[in-house]
T-cell receptor
Framework: DQQVKQNSPSLSVQEGRISILNCDYT??????FLWYKKYPAEGPTFLIS?????DKNEDGRFTVFLNKSAKHLSLHIVPSQPGDSAVYFC????????????FGGGTRLMVKP | DAGITQSPRHKVTETGTPVTLRCHQT?????MYWYRQDPGHGLRLIHY???????DKGEVSDGYSVSRSKTEDFLLTLESATSSQTSVYFC??????????????FGDGTRLSIL
C-alpha cells in the first residue's frame, strides 16, 4: 500500500500562471516532507521541504503548503516558467534513524510558452 | 552539486548474469542509499547504509545485495539478474542529524537493461 501518493500523473500549465502539484500521505508519523524535481537523464534535485510543525514554507517562486488534518501537501510554483517542465516527486520522512524517504509516483509538469 | 558518481551510466546484460553498480561520493556523508525508479512507482528504496559495513534492507531488497567497505563507496549487486530488474537505479547520500531536515542528494542514475 502506497503511503505517499501523487494522484495526477501529469499537469499542463501556461507560462506565467500558477502550477499546483498535490500529494497525499497516510502515515501520521511522517515528520518532514520534501519536493524533488527531476529532468530526463538526471537524478532528482532537492527543491524545498517543510516540517510537520509548520503549514507553509516559501522559497522564491516555490511554496509548499501542508495540511496535516487532511494529510495533504501541495507545491505551488508562481509564476511558472518553461524551465520548470520536469517530473516532480514528493517525499516524506518518518521518524527513523536512517533518514529514509518514501516517495510518491511523481507528476510530470509541462509549462507551455 | 553533491559529489556523487554512479558507474556505469548504462548497461545491457543478459538474464542470469551478475551485475554490480557502483556509487562513489566525495562528500564524506554517513548515509548512502540505492533506489530504483519505475513508471508509476516513483523511487523505491532497495538498501541503505548507515556506515562502513553497516547496511539494512529497504522496501524492495529481494534479489539485491550491497556492500560498503569504505565511506565513499556503496556497491549494489544483482547476483543473478532477471528481466524484472530492468530499471533506472539511483544512488543517494545524506548527512543525518537527530532533528532537522536533511535532504538526500542523488547521483545521475544507471540505466540497466536485462534481456
Amino acid at each position: 500500500d502506497q503511503q505517499v501518493k501523487q494522484n495526477s500523473p501529469s499537469l499542463s500549465v501556461q507560462e506565467g500562471r500558477i502550477s499546483i502539484l498535490n500529494c497525499d500521505y497516510t502515515n501520521s508519523m511522517f515528520d518532514y516532507f520534501l519536493w524533488y524535481k527531476k529532468y530526463p537523464a538526471e537524478g532528482p534535485t532537492f527543491l524545498i521541504s517543510i516540517s510537520s510543525i509548520k503549514d507553509k514554507n516559501e522559497d522564491g517562486r516555490f511554496t509548499v503548503f501542508l495540511n496535516k488534518s487532511a494529510k495533504h501537501l501541495s507545491l505551488h510554483i508562481v509564476p511558472s516558467q518553461p524551465g520548470d517542465s520536469a517530473v516532480y516527486f514528493c517525499a516524506a520522512r518518518g521518524n527513523n534513524a536512517g533518514n529514509m524517504l518514501t516517495f510518491g509516483g511523481g507528476t510530470r509538469l509541462m509549462v507551455k510558452p | 552539486d553533491a559529489g556523487i558518481t554512479q558507474s556505469p551510466r548504462h548497461k545491457v546484460t543478459e538474464t542470469g548474469t551478475p551485475v554490480t553498480l557502483r556509487c562513489h561520493q566525495t562528500e564524506n556523508h554517513r548515509y548512502m542509499y540505492w533506489y530504483r525508479q519505475d513508471p508509476g512507482h516513483g523511487l523505491r528504496l532497495i538498501h541503505y547504509s548507515y556506515g562502513v559495513k553497516d547496511t539494512d534492507k529497504g522496501e524492495v531488497s529481494d534479489g539485491y545485495s550491497v556492500s560498503r567497505s569504505k565511506t565513499e563507496d556503496f556497491l549494489l549487486t544483482l547476483e543473478s539478474a532477471t528481466s524484472s530488474q530492468t530499471s533506472v537505479y539511483f544512488c543517494a547520500i545524506s548527512e543525518s542529524r537527530p532533528w532537522g531536515d536533511q535532504p538526500q542528494h542523488f547521483g545521475d542514475g544507471t540505466r540497466l537493461s536485462i534481456l
